[in-house]
């Protein structure tokens, strides 16, 4: 098993795209740290080369980085765990490694992405990537396995504190679980799941996506397009601060270590919107 020391993220962190993470102003990242989130998640696919995590770790003090994820398909394992060792070299136990097959869809590899993300885990392995330091994405029960088994832990996104409960069983008491939740600042229920919709719309075409929803129970008219109300309101927390807060804490409840919230308003709201959120989620 890989996960003999366990990465600690606190119980928060902030989800967005690596773009805008590149974009934010150094002050803006140190007043997240300061808040208390314990980490911020740079989704998209970046190349391997990840040259900017080097000033967002430079700028603040112990906030840690968490790639979510890394495509294996567009990322060659060899030039993505040189990234690793230079990031960690420089700041080190700061960077977790997140990896997975993106979305089958966009690739057309002959491969089967589970046979993939596990000669992926082998390379990165030879590299002398620590396991510890990787965290898979998963969703189906196979990859959730192999993420227990592999590295330090699952990242799912998109899904429910219920599939938490299901993940934390699959993979056992010791590996890192890391489930992402979106979240929109209003108590206007029109407005969340508009705002909601138009976040959801891509991963609708999206079998994995779909398959696992529809695992968790929701039915071929949820996950229709453009959602139905029961899949938005389940995979975006609305309502008061207290209320968003309270959904969010599920997934912990559930079995997750840390939470990466993503905040579903331009960038010029994330601060303001994670300032309303710390008290609430007990961060200060």
Do not use: C
Request: aromatic share 8%.
């Amino acid at each position: 098993m890989a996960h003999t020391s366990h990465p600690d993220l606190g119980r928060f962190g902030v989800f967005g795209h690596y773009s805008q993470w590149q974009q934010l102003p150094a002050q803006q990242l140190k007043d997240i740290e300061a808040l208390g989130y314990g980490a911020i998640w740079a989704g998209g696919s970046p190349p391997a080369e990840l040259e900017w995590i080097d000033p967002i770790l430079g700028a603040t003090e112990k906030l840690q980085l968490a790639t979510g994820i890394v495509n294996i398909w567009t990322a060659a394992a060899g030039p993505t765990a040189e990234s690793f060792h230079r990031i960690e070299k420089a700041f080190p136990g700061r960077f977790l490694l997140g990896i997975g097959v993106g979305h089958p869809e966009a690739h057309t590899e002959y491969k089967k992405p589970y046979d993939a993300l596990k000669d992926y885990l082998d390379e990165l392995a030879r590299h002398g990537v620590p396991a510890e330091r990787v965290v898979v994405a998963a969703l189906g029960p196979q990859v959730l396995k192999l993420a227990a088994r592999r590295s330090a832990g699952a990242h799912p996104y998109l899904t429910t504190p219920e599939h938490t409960a299901q993940a934390r069983e699959l993979i056992g008491p010791d590996a890192f679980l890391a489930p992402e939740h979106k979240v929109v600042l209003t108590t206007d229920a029109d407005k969340a799941r508009a705002t909601g919709r138009a976040a959801l719309e891509v991963y609708l075409n999206l079998a994995n996506y779909l398959n696992n929803w529809k695992r968790l129970g929701f039915t071929d008219a949820d996950v229709a397009k453009p959602g139905g109300d029961a899949l938005v309101d389940a995979v975006v927390a609305y309502g008061s601060t207290e209320a968003i807060a309270a959904r969010l804490t599920e997934h912990l409840d559930a079995g997750a270590n840390h939470v990466p919230v993503q905040v579903l308003t331009g960038t010029d709201r994330l601060l303001p919107a994670l300032t309303e959120l710390a008290g609430p989620l007990g961060l200060n």
